[in-house]
């Protein structure tokens, strides 16, 4: 049987910790999260400090509408014993829409496609459908997604391309 509602709880890969994201988390992220260029699809500019942890407090604290869980993680490179990155879940019913960041020092090493693979397969396993949300530009999303076993559905949401993993 599904469970209603998805709590995020630590996944672990071969090189990562998938840990549950809290407020503490947050003034080591800021850093991580840091460079500008990481917002180059999505837009916005790098919160500071208090406004990360202020949303952290939000995600703490859950969605606010019955029957949608928010599940989110910091990506701790195991063998550098440091944060370099989020993933995260949105699940409502039986579907979670999956995202990742990985920071502009961290990139090029594997990190989101392992960490991205581990979430959608932790989603699978509690019967969830799974679907990401990607730029047309952004090949290096699309290569994470595709890495995680996503495929495209050639539908257009708000300017990015849907990917599913297959059932």
Known sequence: MREENVLAEVIVT?????????????????????????????????????????????????????????????????????????VQATVIGEEAEVAWVVGSAWQGRGYASEAARALVGWLRDRGRTVVAHVHPDHHASAAVARAAGLVPTGEVHDGEARWRLPE
């Open 14 to 86: 071969g090189r990562l910790e998938l840990v549950p994201l809290g407020v503490g988390h947050a003034e080591e992220m800021v850093g991580v999260l840091g460079d500008p260029a990481l917002h180059g699809f999505v837009g916005g500019v790098p919160e500071g400090l208090e406004e990360l942890r202020a949303r952290y407090a939000r995600w703490e604290a859950g969605a606010p509408e019955a029957g949608t869980s928010w599940c989110n993680w910091v990506v701790r490179a195991r063998g550098e014993g440091r944060l370099v990155g989020t």
